[in-house]
């Protein structure tokens, strides 16, 4: 029993230990992330869907 509370308490404390990393490397990475998205064309977020698909068929 001992052994589990000892194990639980390590994977708790390892997941907290990865997570601090993990908001570490991404504030680093931020300005590279908003360039990355700042070169994309803007057609690569507009639109959503197929309007198209949406209207009826003429005719029926």
Do not use: C, D, N, W
Not at 5 to 30: C, D, N, P
Request: aromatic letters at 10%.
């Amino acid at each position: 029993m001992a052994s589990t509370v000892v194990a639980v308490g390590l994977t708790i404390a390892a997941a907290g230990f990865a997570g601090r990393y993990v908001l570490q490397a991404m504030k680093h990475m931020e300005p590279q992330v908003k360039q990355v998205f700042q070169s994309l064309p803007k057609s690569a977020f507009s639109g959503g869907y197929y309007r198209g698909a949406l209207l009826p068929i003429k005719g029926k």
